[in-house]
């Protein structure tokens, strides 16, 4: 029984490169949703996806954020010309459908430097 | 202020004892969802509650949502090391599938 995975689990950069994470939800799972957690909080909601279509973003997710889920399957989100305010820890999470519990991946820690 | 509070922020307890954490909303909930999650690490879904007055238990756990459905509680019983850990509510709105948390509370239990 596979959950969510996400990769890679840990990222260190340098301020202004870009970077990309994947996530692979439960197989089945039509919903995918892409949530940010720094340090002492809850996570944030970013954007969820319903199978390939993108059907919620935040206003956290700022132009420099995008993510895409192509086929239905695993998401991306890219942030490009990274800054320091980005480190955070990025969970993903899946859904059967509607109304139904998220099951979260273990997250990519994004570390700027 | 946040929309979801939850209380205490932080419990430090015996094994063996009770304890209870709180989850409070400002606007109604539609559903409310609790986690536990180890540091560094992700999220375990715990249970989840959607119509006033329900109560759902697992284990030794067992989380309630009161008859407005603006306030829940997760109360543990005869608690154990292994309950150690960050516990988040989350709550979903109407017509919305994002869950909005608390800032969560950080349960130590010691021997």
């Known amino acids: 029984d596979t959950g969510v995975s996400q990769n890679p689990r840990h990222k260190i950069t340098k301020r202004g490169q870009n970077v990309t994470f994947r996530c692979d939800p439960i197989s089945e799972h039509n919903r995918l949703y892409w949530y940010r957690q720094t340090l002492g909080q809850g996570p944030e909601f970013l954007t969820y996806?319903?199978?390939?279509?993108?059907?919620?973003k935040s206003r956290l997710l700022s132009d420099r954020f995008s993510a895409e889920r192509p086929k239905g399957s695993f998401s991306t989100l890219e942030i490009q010309r990274t800054e320091q305010g980005d480190s955070a820890m990025y969970l993903c999470?899946?859904?059967?459908?509607?109304?139904?519990?998220?099951?979260f991946g273990d997250g990519t820690r994004l570390s700027i430097l | 202020s946040q929309e979801l509070e939850q209380s205490p922020q932080s419990l430090i307890v015996q094994e063996g004892k009770n304890l209870t954490i709180n989850c409070t909303s400002s606007?109604?909930?539609?559903?409310l969802y609790w986690y536990k999650q180890k540091y560094g690490e992700g999220l375990i879904f715990l249970m989840m509650?959607?119509?006033?007055?329900e109560e759902k238990s697992h284990e030794k756990i067992t989380a309630k949502l009161d008859e407005k459905k603006q306030q829940s509680s997760l109360h543990i019983t005869a608690s154990q090391p292994s309950h150690a850990g960050i516990y988040l509510c989350?709550?979903?709105?109407?017509?919305?599938?994002?869950?909005?948390f608390g800032t969560g509370t950080r349960l130590q239990v010691f021997p």
């Open positions: 989350g709550a979903e709105r109407f017509r919305t599938d994002k869950l909005i």
């Open positions: 999470a899946s859904s059967l459908q509607s109304n139904q519990p998220q099951h």
């Open positions: 509650l959607q119509k006033g007055g």
């Open positions: 996806f319903q199978n390939e279509a993108q059907l919620e």
């Open positions: 606007k109604t909930l539609y559903g």
